[in-house]
């Protein structure tokens, strides 16, 4: 496709948010003419910004994606690198688990300035602009068409070549495909909320080490901590709804934090916490899946959209940066006919998509659990060693999702088979070493048969064969 014919390709991109102005970028980058319709304000030019969590973690999906339109140095530079998790025990021991080796780390993103910063990227080119205050409400995919209410309130039509729905876990644009014949969803609300606490910068520094996720680990709850860049911590505790609602009060909330998290208390200051627990509930977690991600060569769903993921393996962003890189990478290889390249997403990404949604609900369990776990902490060590000995056959599975582009569910099945050859080799080295020890006691009692037969329960053992 020549550039005069792909300018004449008009997409509309619905969501305004991180994936749908990283998208906008992609495609204005491909000459074709982008118009982003975002129901909210412009956040840049906003007195109160709404939203969900401050923090995200950058990985190297989301860099990659970002590298591809020339803005990850940028980015990065307003990230802060954390390079462990540090695990908070009850007793106030802190100890680190590294994600990976030395030279691997994630970055500590605010939320709020990466979409800035994208949606400036998305109006420096000349041929995409962004709406602001226009809310989708109708969409006929069919007829590439959609309708949007602007300020004024009067509807208007748009007709396009392309719909892109990058509008969030509860998408107006899926919602019009869950219309059409043989569209699958289904969703699911995990019975755990979430709160936003703040460790406030001390004496002008950071608080607590700043390279590091910070756990506190609580088996059926935890809270996280990660770092800003103006010093201060931004916390997150999740725990299930019902245990929010045994906090109705400010005592309540004192004797909770000081049963679970009596270190965090002084960090926080008690006035703070409560002011904070107090100025929001607790928030909802919601888990998306859907297929076909696309219908027809009309309309595509990208970012939680089409996979709205819980937060606990870090990869709702990363995800859906990648999506945006997969279907540009299809693009080129398609020479940008979408007749080819809709489908093939979906056949290619609904896998990944749904591998690191199972993921991120089972790492959940990994931050909250298992890594009180001293089996769990001695199965990484080992994993860790085997990967230092041979780093392309044996990959941890963090390593895998969070510092690689192997795709998602091959990464899942990479690590169920590496489970397996791990505990199969520790059942044969245990029993070698139970042989061995069998071995040497039998050994040792055939020098010395006199001296065991003289003990009295060896003497009742023998008259008891006799």
Not at 198 to 222: D, S, V
């Amino acid at each position: 496709m020549d550039s005069s014919d792909s300018q004449r390709k008009k997409v509309v991109v619905i969501g305004g948010g991180l994936v749908g102005a990283l998208n906008a970028c992609f495609l204005a980058k491909r000459n074709f003419q982008v118009d982003v319709y975002e129901a909210r304000e412009d956040i840049r030019v906003a007195e109160f910004v709404r939203g969900r969590s401050i923090n995200l973690a950058l990985s190297y999906r989301g860099r990659q994606a970002l590298k591809a339109i020339g803005l990850e140095d940028q980015i990065v530079s307003k990230g802060v690198p954390m390079r462990a998790r540090m695990i908070h025990s009850l007793s106030g021991k802190k100890s680190a688990i590294p994600y990976g080796t030395t030279s691997q780390y994630i970055l500590s993103i605010s939320r709020e300035n990466l979409n800035k910063d994208l949606l400036t990227a998305v109006e420096s080119y000349p041929n995409a602009s962004v709406h602001f205050g226009h809310r989708l409400s109708k969409c006929s995919p069919e007829e590439g068409m959609v309708t949007v209410l602007g300020p004024d309130k009067v509807p208007k039509d748009i007709t396009c070549d392309l719909i892109v729905g990058c509008d969030g876990a509860y998408s107006t644009v899926r919602a019009h495909l869950m219309k059409t014949p043989r569209f699958n969803y289904s969703q699911q609300y995990i019975p755990h909320g979430y709160m936003e606490l703040t460790i406030p910068p001390k004496n002008g520094e950071y608080a607590m080490e700043p390279n590091y996720l910070h756990i506190w680990p609580r088996n059926a709850f935890m809270m996280i901590a990660l770092p800003n860049m103006d010093k201060s911590f931004t916390c997150t505790l999740f725990m299930s709804f019902e245990e929010f609602e045994t906090l109705p009060t400010s005592t309540d909330v004192m004797e909770f934090f000081q049963k679970n998290f009596p270190d965090a208390i002084p960090l926080m200051g008690e006035q703070a916490l409560i002011r904070d627990f107090f100025l929001l509930p607790a928030q909802p977690m919601i888990s998306v899946k859907c297929s076909p991600f696309h219908l027809k060569s009309h309309c595509v769903l990208m970012g939680d959209a089409a996979h709205a993921i819980v937060p606990f393996f870090g990869q709702g962003m990363n995800a859906g940066f990648e999506d945006c890189l997969v279907f540009d990478e299809l693009m080129d290889k398609f020479n940008n006919d979408l007749n080819m390249c809709l489908p093939e997403f979906s056949r290619f990404r609904i896998p990944d998509d749904h591998a690191i949604s199972d993921l991120s609900m089972y790492n959940y369990i990994e931050m909250r659990a298992h890594v009180n776990s001293r089996w769990f902490l001695f199965q990484r060590i080992i994993e860790k060693f085997l990967h230092a000995i041979m780093p392309s056959t044996f990959i941890p599975l963090y390593t895998m999702v969070a510092f690689t582009r192997i795709r998602y569910h091959e990464a899942v099945l990479r690590w169920h088979w590496q489970k397996k050859v791990i505990n199969k080799g520790l059942f044969f080295l245990g029993s070698f070493i139970a042989l061995g020890g069998a071995y040497l006691l039998v050994h040792h009692m055939s020098w010395k048969p006199l001296e065991y037969l003289r003990r009295p329960a060896w003497n009742w053992n023998h008259r008891l064969l006799d």
